[in-house]
Nanobody, 125 residues
């Protein structure tokens, strides 16, 4: 059974930091691209960062570039997202996901097979 368990969300003031974790099981972690998406109320899923399966290259949405850092630990089958300089517009439910996207379209949610349950991040101004 494939499982992705996201954690680490919470409430933080603008300018603060949070670190999200995603522990996975049930699939070969390093054979999949793994990434983070978020969904704010009334908005579509937004792909915010990804690590490719081929060479573990990292990708970021412009909205988080320079503030968020994605990383992974293959030995622990885990994915992380360090979020710094948080803004109120970062408020959303954050999901981890795994799939085999075409990397030119890494942020397309339909290319990911497996999803975690989401963790809420709330940034107050």
């Amino acid at each position: 059974e494939v499982q992705l368990q996201a954690s680490g969300g919470g409430w933080v003031q603008a300018g603060g930091s949070l670190r999200l974790s995603c522990v996975t099981s049930g699939f070969t972690f390093d054979e999949y691209a793994v990434g983070w998406f978020r969904q704010a109320p009334g908005r579509q899923h937004e792909g915010i960062s990804c690590i490719s399966s081929a060479d573990r290259s990292t990708y970021y949405a412009d909205s988080v570039k320079g503030r968020f850092t994605i990383s992974s630990d293959n030995a622990k089958n885990s994915l992380y997202l360090q979020m710094d300089s948080l803004k109120p517009e970062d408020t959303a439910v954050y999901y981890c996901a795994a799939g085999r996207p075409v990397m030119s379209a890494w942020s397309t949610s339909g290319m990911y097979y497996y999803w975690g349950q989401g963790t809420q991040v709330t940034v107050s101004s």
